[in-house]
Nanobody, 123 residues
């Protein structure tokens, strides 16, 4: 059984930065592809970023390219989302998703989800 716990959310002014973390339990973390998704009130969940098990491949939504960076530290069983130049439209609950198959993670169908962390960007 794998548990994912997101942290690092908070309230930040527009233009500011946050770094989200997703800490995973278990010894198989290094084999999982990981992704970040977000959901704002009244909107459907949307893809933000994903990273392969090795960290060699990354993908980003067009809306965050150039501003967000996904990375992972397998020694710490943790994936990160560095968010810079934040905009009010980035306000959402951010979730991490994990699966052994990259193809499942990039569409939000990974087997494991965290509970989410709230990011609020003030204008």
């Amino acid at each position: 059984q794998v548990q994912l716990v997101e942290s690092g959310g908070g309230l930040v002014p527009a233009g500011g930065s946050l770094r989200l973390s997703c800490a995973a339990s278990g010894r198989t973390f290094s084999t999982y592809a990981m992704g970040w998704f977000r959901q704002a009130p009244g909107r459907e969940r949307e893809f933000v970023a994903a990273i392969s098990w090795s960290g060699g491949r990354t993908a980003y939504a067009d809306s965050v390219k150039g501003r967000f960076t996904i990375s992972r530290d397998n020694a710490k069983n943790t994936v990160y989302l560095q968010m810079n130049s934040l905009k009010p439209e980035d306000t959402a609950v951010y979730y991490c998703n994990a699966d052994a198959l990259e193809s499942r993670v990039v569409v939000g169908r990974g087997d494991y989800w965290g509970q989410g962390t709230q990011v609020t960007v003030s204008s």
